[in-house]
């Protein structure tokens, strides 16, 4: 192959400083502040200048100042700058091995949807040859250039590269919104090379040579260095894209709808674009590919400045117009125009952004009215966010299963970790997994303000003709039961209502609230919402990694007495003192003063659940419940509340309830032993109360009561009958209960001296079954339980696991580590590809 070396640069050359133009074009004072000084300030560690930090490598390769950047080192050293000194240095590092190769911004920069609340993605390109403790000031380095960032309103995370360990290894330590781990490599690489802009350093080698076949681009690396056409000292390499594997379509795919929680009108954009490569494998021509091409098409840069977002669209739209998927293309267009105009009403667009996204309007034949309804998407109440949201989960549901049928018939694997998989998908099950009691929370970027000045609750009985239930409208009431028309949500319960409205922005303290029912009145609501206001704040911060790698403890609880039903009005009680037992039986008759209990609570990866339950039986469901979601090892709840709303009793109730939520606690907790309560009357006969390690259950007292933690042992397989007599209790490692989580489907391995392992599966709903001395690779075991997985449709076909598949209850995987203390349970971290 020829190559021009010189064109190639003049053309990567101008394309930058286009970009960089683009850059500065419309953005603010502050923003292109830290735009022009990031590769200054890593270039120079000096005590007077930002991001100073002892011992901290310095000095990027081929570094030459701007005139920014001189007026800004003027003003800093007012006193005198020796300039010629970082010349003489500047050059100096040329022809020395520099620990900075090269400061790269990559992203929406410079693009079309580049907007006042972009964040600067910059790769600091260091020598491999750093030592641990330099890599260690360098990255307190990039966390000080952060915070000085935060000061100019600019948000800017720096990722520390490692050319060779980037070709080498396809494993990076963490995952998090900033970083996808091991969900990705060469998509990453194809992202960055289509949208980079360099800031100082040495060039990209890839963006300059124009390789027939990507397979064969390492061999052509080789070949030029053996004949001396190219120096590798002078170029960064992070390889070719001849690698691309079908294999990381799954792993991006999840780590997009990860994105697509904080940041989903691109991240929609994104998860299209790798359903499309998918439809092109095993020959998917990747935009980057496209770009460099064009970039050797012998066209001046200005004339053909390539748009990384606007390239998105472009192959988005092939694909989706070649399926005929008029729906999705309308909807993908509407998030792309929402995105490029996000913060319009703060700074307007420049001038060729603004016209580009003209000619577009018109290309897709928008009328005045759909405008003029996305740029008012600050003003969008429920109905329309709604509305969005619903689409949003559609779209990206649809190529998500897409991309799954995709590795079902190549029958690959995600390039994923087991650690990983294990956070990505119990983020994305508390973002999108639809469950009964799970209140539904719209994606809070997807308007602005929520808040209704009235809501109206109407409960409608069998006899109205409709659905009977709550619904709530968002007005005056003006009828006794809602239209189809008029009625914003509806459930059959009314606190799961109350809660849907709160924690979705509609019912503010400057609501007004109405009710419409025969059985709640207008003052027992508007205590509940001053108690739900006093128990839980709108927002949460969102759950770590770590309270993602564990179950979803109870974070804050409120337990509701009598909110829909009170029977102490119609009781005929007539004494001063009320005991526990009454609770469930009044005066030993079959009549109880709770008739209603309500169960709201937070859990730790930020779910909001509620629970009802009605009748004589309603606390002692309650405490079922408490006790299966509150156990030995599990964390204590930041708040437990209990309010009562009778008419009469409230605070002797109240009382009692809340020393039976202490009782039952304690017990689940620990720190107190297993003893029974009184004896309570229900149905007309005796019972006791058994506060039990799993479960709290009532038992006459002539049986023997059932404990629900009660196995039968065997020894190489046990399937755990958990209503067995507690005479038969198996021994297995306790601390598996505190990591049960309903829904998922849990492996926990616990190695053998003879180097067997032992399996320990926790079923969806917390069912045990045990596999002793187990021989062989766990890793390959993982593989095969992750197929089953992938192979069980929604048909329920019969499997050994009976996995219950839902869109993101993903297998989860952990490692038992015995240890002096006890035994320590990890994300399983092994080597294998799940």
Wanted: hydrophobic fraction near 35%.
């Amino acid at each position: 192959m020829k190559y021009d070396l010189q064109f190639a640069k003049k053309q990567v050359d101008d394309l930058h400083r286009l970009r960089v133009e683009r850059v500065l074009q419309g953005s603010t004072a502050d923003f292109q502040h830290v735009f022009q000084l990031i590769a200054l300030l890593l270039h120079l560690n000096h005590p007077a200048l930002p991001g100073y930090v002892t011992d901290a490598p310095a000095g990027v390769a081929h570094f030459k100042l701007s005139d920014y950047q001189k007026n800004f080192l003027a003003q800093q050293f007012p006193t005198g700058f020796d300039f010629v000194r970082l010349e003489q240095e500047s050059n100096a590092h040329q022809q020395e091995k520099t620990p900075i190769y090269g400061v790269y911004v990559m992203g929406s920069i410079a693009s079309i949807s580049q907007t006042a609340k972009s964040d600067l993605d910059t790769w600091v390109c260091h020598s491999p040859d750093l030592t641990p403790y330099a890599l260690n000031k360098l990255q307190q380095k990039t966390q000080l250039l952060k915070i000085w960032a935060k000061k100019f309103n600019t948000d800017i995370t720096l990722f520390l590269m490692d050319e060779f360990y980037f070709n080498h290894y396809r494993y990076s330590n963490t995952l998090s919104v900033e970083n996808c781990g091991s969900a990705q490599h060469m998509l990453l690489l194809d992202e960055f090379y289509r949208s980079a802009i360099r800031l100082a350093g040495k060039p990209l080698l890839w963006l300059h040579l124009n390789v027939e076949n990507e397979a064969d681009y390492g061999k052509e690396v080789q070949r030029l260095q053996q004949t001396k056409q190219i120096n590798r000292a002078d170029w960064i390499d992070f390889g070719g894209l001849g690698a691309f594997s079908a294999n990381e379509y799954f792993g991006a795919s999840l780590w997009q709808l990860y994105k697509g929680i904080d940041s989903p009108y691109k991240s929609v954009l994104k998860i299209v674009l790798l359903e499309s490569y998918s439809q092109e494998y095993p020959n998917a021509k990747l935009i980057s590919m496209q770009f460099k091409q064009q970039l050797f098409n012998l066209k001046p840069v200005k004339e053909q400045c390539f748009d990384a977002y606007l390239a998105m669209l472009e192959r988005v739209t092939e694909y989706l117009t070649k399926l005929k998927d008029e729906k999705r293309l309308d909807f993908i267009r509407r998030c792309f125009y929402i995105k490029v105009t996000e913060t319009v009403r703060e700074r307007p667009l420049a001038p060729w952004r603004a016209k580009i996204l003209k000619n577009l309007t018109a290309q897709w034949g928008w009328s005045e009215e759909t405008i003029k309804h996305l740029n008012r998407i600050h003003t969008w109440k429920i109905r329309s966010v709604r509305e969005t949201h619903n689409k949003l989960i559609r779209v990206l549901m649809l190529s998500y299963r897409n991309l799954v049928n995709f590795a079902r018939k190549h029958n690959v694997n995600a390039s994923i970790a087991p650690q990983d998989i294990s956070i990505l998908t119990r983020k994305l099950y508390t973002a999108f997994e639809v469950l009964p009691g799970k209140v539904t929370l719209m994606n809070p970027q997807l308007a602005l303000d929520l808040s209704e000045k009235n809501l109206t609750f109407i409960e409608v009985t069998e006899e109205h003709g409709v659905k009977p239930g709550w619904y709530v409208v968002n007005q005056m009431p003006s009828v006794v039961y809602p239209s189809q028309n008029r009625y914003i949500e509806y459930n059959p319960i009314l606190i799961k209502l109350i809660a849907w409205t709160y924690f979705n922005g509609l019912l503010t303290s400057k609501t007004k609230v109405h009710i419409s029912s025969t059985h709640v009145d207008i003052e027992k609501i508007n205590q509940c919402i001053t108690d739900l206001r006093v128990s839980f704040p709108v927002k949460a911060s969102p759950p770590t990694d770590e309270e993602l790698t564990h179950p979803c403890e109870i974070r804050s609880l409120a337990v509701m007495i009598n909110l829909t039903k009170d029977p102490t009005p119609y009781s005929d009680i007539n004494r001063t003192e009320i005991q526990q037992s009454d609770l469930f039986s009044l005066d030993g008759e079959n009549e109880s003063l709770i008739g209603s209990v309500d169960l709201l609570y937070r859990n730790k990866w930020n779910e909001i659940k509620t629970l009802h339950y009605e009748g004589d039986k309603a606390m002692l469901s309650a405490l079922k419940v408490l006790s299966n979601k509150i156990h030995r090892g599990s964390g204590v709840p930041e708040s437990v509340n209990v309010f009562c709303y009778n008419q009469y009793y409230q605070e002797e109730i109240s009382e009692l309830v809340v020393g039976l939520l202490n009782k039952c606690i304690s017990i689940q907790l620990g720190t107190t032993q297993l003893p029974m309560s009184s004896v309570p009357r229900m149905t007309g006969k005796n019972w006791k109360l058994f506060f039990e390690e799993h479960d709290a259950t009532l038992h006459q007292p002539q049986t023997e009561p059932v404990f629900i933690s009660q196995v039968i042992a065997e020894q190489k397989q046990v399937k755990v009958k958990r209503n067995q007599p507690y005479k038969h209790l198996l021994n297995y490692p306790r601390q598996i209960d505190s990591f049960a989580s309903e829904g998922f489907l849990q492996f926990f391995f616990e190695d053998n001296e003879d180097e067997t392992f032992n399996v320990y599966i926790l079923d969806e709903n917390n069912r045990l079954e045990i596999y002793r001395q187990c021989d062989g690779s766990k890793e390959q075991k993982i593989r095969e339980i992750s197929q089953i997985y992938n192979l069980s449709g929604s048909d329920q076909n019969d499997n050994h696991y009976k996995i219950i598949k839902r869109d993101f209850n993903y297998p989860q995987f952990y490692q038992l580590k015995h240890q002096q203390k006890g035994i320590l349970i990890l994300p399983f971290s092994g080597s294998c590809m799940v």
